[in-house]
């Protein structure tokens, strides 16, 4: 049998990853991307600024749409094993969703209503529950559907991570989904950029705050240090005014600067395009592909 050669393939350095250059014009203005450029660039992500940290996962678009397709039933009910299973089962790469109580963020690209959008999952410490944070780039849209997608997904994901650990706690106030504002697309066909992108910004920005601590009990001590106000005795200190500040309330402020992604922190699309296009260029080669007659 004589090797007939194939269409050449771009196969990713750094983790098991194949793009075609079918998925290199959809990143061409106007096009869709494709589920498989999501997915890269999700992994992409993941290396880049999480590749030790355990709790911080990107769920791919084949186990986002399992959750998103999945119908929603009783959690006493059979079809939630099976749910969990089948999501295991498709997670052989990270195997992330056996351990739910070690993820601190999950992002989720969702796809309904020909729709994109990014849902996040967040457990923070501090906060009781786990929360769900959905950023839409066409909320102007009658997406009603879109948004039950979304919900759908979530529920399904704190299913799997129930039947994964029972000791997770789940309660009505888990299926919370908060919509968050976020830059709006002006057409049809960006909906996955901008998926990309605000997946990009909440990244970096997380990545920055785990290198520098931010949460350490070491950081935490030494700010205390640092605005500690020493008065002689006799003396007023009129340096600080501890009764007016709430240390935990300011906390939650700046923890919610981070979720907030506005119009000036976004780029445009096709520049999005662009430069999704060169990092794949830049961590993959080119390999042909062969058939066999």
Not at 122 to 127: A, C, G, P
Not at 251 to 273: F, G, I
Request: net charge positive; aromatic share 10%.
């Amino acid at each position: 049998m004589t090797p007939i050669p194939g269409p050449k393939y771009l196969q990713c350095r750094h983790f098991p990853m194949t793009l075609s250059h079918t998925d290199i014009d959809a990143l061409r203005p106007g096009e869709w991307v494709t589920d498989d450029v999501i997915d890269f660039y999700f992994k992409y992500l993941k290396h880049k600024y999480f590749r030790n940290n355990k709790k911080y996962v990107y769920i791919p678009v084949t186990i986002a749409n399992l959750l998103t397709e999945r119908p929603v039933v009783d959690s006493s009910s059979k079809h939630i094993k099976d749910l969990a299973g089948d999501a295991n089962a498709l997670d052989f790469e990270t195997q992330c969703l056996k351990r739910p109580k070690s993820i601190r963020v999950a992002f989720l690209p969702i796809f309904g209503d020909d729709h994109w959008s990014l849902l996040v999952y967040r457990n923070l410490k501090h906060r009781p529950l786990p929360e769900f944070l959905h950023f839409n780039s066409h909320l102007n849209s009658t997406r009603e559907h879109h948004t039950q997608c979304a919900r759908t997904a979530l529920i399904n994901l704190l299913y799997v991570f129930r039947e994964n650990d029972p000791s997770m706690a789940i309660s009505k106030d888990s299926y919370k989904l908060v919509v968050k504002n976020c830059p709006q697309q002006s057409n049809g066909n960006d909906c996955g950029v901008y998926v990309c992108m605000n997946a990009y910004i909440l990244s970096s920005r997380l990545s920055k705050k785990e290198r520098e601590g931010k949460n350490s009990p070491l950081h935490a001590f030494v700010k205390r240090l640092s605005i500690s106000a020493y008065s002689p005795p006799g003396r007023r200190a009129d340096t600080l005014s501890f009764a007016e500040k709430n240390p935990e309330k300011d906390k939650l402020d700046q923890e919610e600067l981070l979720w907030k992604v506005k119009d000036k922190d976004a780029v445009l699309p096709d520049d999005m395009r662009s430069y999704i296009t060169n990092v794949i260029y830049s961590a993959t080669y080119t390999r042909s592909a062969s058939a066999s007659l």
